[in-house]
């Protein structure tokens, strides 16, 4: 079955400090996702991107995160200065469309520490 | 408020015992409840989809049943093998996008030899 890359799989940076985490989606897939999970707590979404443009986002994803497509693979979460709070793990999915009964693939994920 | 509840949040059973997992949800409008499988430290894999007019889907030994009157799904594992070993996750999605599909807490399920 076709997988959703991430990297890295462990991210360990200071407070306030900026990360890039990386997804390469599965290639025929149009709409990208992040969502993250804090340890013990829910999957939450974070936002989603289609045709170079955020579509939605939640309240989540303020203006310390961005997204990006800045190639034909690669599909960027940026967080500019990281807080304590940001600590989780972090999913990449994709789907071909948008329709509520596509199949999310979700990558592996990145853990992501903040100290 | 659209949510998704499940139990147990934790299960220990024996290697080749049966058990069955709940999902609670108060998401409206309905549009498709998944379950997911994620192991440790993985992403989340889709086991099975229903929609609103399914009442029970199979993959493998995974069988899972909806009840959209009363808002309720399971998950019955039969014959559990060490694999099975993981958090089992709830997804119900409303007819919109990705930020209308709601995560339960999932459970916890530990398959011990």
């Known amino acids: 079955e076709p997988e959703v890359t991430q990297t890295p799989s462990h991210q360990v940076t200071q407070m306030g400090q900026e990360v890039i985490l990386r997804c390469v989606p599965i290639?025929?897939?149009?709409?990208f996702y992040w969502y993250r999970q804090i340890l013990g707590q829910k999957v939450e979404f974070l936002v989603s991107f289609y045709n170079n443009e955020i579509s939605e986002k939640s309240e989540i994803f303020d203006d310390q995160f961005s997204v990006e497509r800045p190639d034909g693979s690669n599909f960027t979460l940026k967080i500019r200065s990281t807080k304590l709070e940001d600590s989780a793990m972090y999913f990449c999915?994709?789907?071909?469309?948008?329709?509520?009964?596509?199949?999310?693939?979700f990558g592996s994920g990145t853990q992501l520490s903040v100290l | 408020k659209n949510q998704v509840e499940q139990s147990p949040q934790s299960l220990i059973i024996l290697e080749g015992k049966n058990c069955t997992l709940q999902?609670?949800?108060?998401?409206?409008?309905?549009?498709?409840l998944r379950w997911y499988k994620q192991d440790t430290g993985r992403g989340p894999v889709s086991l099975t989809i229903?929609?609103?007019?399914?009442n029970t889907k199979s993959n493998g030994r995974y069988t899972a049943t909806l009840d959209a009157d009363t808002k309720q799904s399971s998950l019955h594992i039969t014959a559990s093998q060490l694999s099975d070993s993981a958090s089992y996750i709830c997804?119900?999605?409303?007819?919109?996008?990705?930020?209308?599909?709601?995560f339960g807490s999932g459970t916890r399920l530990s398959i011990r030899p």
């Open positions: 229903m929609t609103f007019s399914e």
């Open positions: 997804v119900v999605s409303g007819y919109s996008s990705a930020s209308k599909i709601i």
């Open positions: 999915a994709s789907r071909a469309t948008d329709t509520t009964n596509e199949k999310l693939f």
């Open positions: 999902c609670n949800y108060t998401v409206s409008p309905f549009s498709n």
């Open positions: 290639s025929n897939h149009l709409y």
